[in-house]
């Protein structure tokens, strides 16, 4: 339900943000390219910003936090409901939560697989956020402010 939260709120908050200014945004989800459509359609996120990666490449390779401890004992889970919760009654996660519906990786441990979130410019990292655990995404506030500060 986390991703499904968050691809809301990158469609809806970031997306215009970043066009209007000229910057690109590509999200990367683990799951084949069937899945990856199906995602989209089901979040109403455009097709064209979402690449799939069914064989972790793109997380094996930036090193992303990854098992079983991250995945489910740690306080940075509900530490991030809570921050949700005091800025507006975690009113997207609950809507994510609504209709969410389970999306099964195609590798069995890529479910214990924490996300990020990156800013380049070239080859130049402006930006980096490693998800500590499920559902710590990266502020989009400070996501967009060095992504403008490219543009």
């Known amino acids: 339900m986390f991703c499904q939260?968050?691809?809301?709120?990158?469609?809806?908050?970031?997306?215009?943000?970043?066009?209007?200014?000229?910057?690109?945004?590509?999200?990367?989800g683990i799951g084949t390219l069937?899945?990856?459509?199906?995602?989209?359609?089901?979040?109403?996120?455009?097709?064209?910003?979402?690449?799939?990666d069914p064989e972790n490449?793109?997380?094996?390779?930036?090193?992303?936090?990854?098992?079983v401890q991250q995945t489910f004992f740690t306080i940075d889970t509900p530490l991030s409901i809570l921050k949700r919760a005091q800025k507006d009654g975690a009113a997207d996660l609950?809507?994510?939560?609504?209709?969410?519906?389970?999306?099964?990786?195609?590798?069995?441990?890529?479910?214990?697989?924490q996300g990020g979130a990156f800013v380049f410019e070239g080859e130049s990292l402006l930006f980096s956020h490693y998800d500590p655990s499920t559902g710590a995404h990266a502020d989009l506030d400070e996501m967009l402010r060095a992504a403008l500060v490219a543009s």
């Open 94 to 113: 609950i809507a994510a939560t609504s209709r969410w519906k389970p999306w099964l990786p195609p590798l069995s441990d890529q479910g214990l697989q």
């Open 57 to 67: 490449s793109a997380y094996t390779a930036l090193n992303l936090v990854k098992g």
């Open 34 to 52: 069937e899945t990856a459509r199906k995602f989209c359609d089901h979040v109403d996120f455009p097709r064209e910003n979402l690449y799939a």
């Open 5 to 28: 939260e968050l691809a809301v709120q990158l469609r809806r908050d970031a997306l215009p943000v970043l066009r209007e200014n000229g910057v690109k945004m590509i999200c990367v």
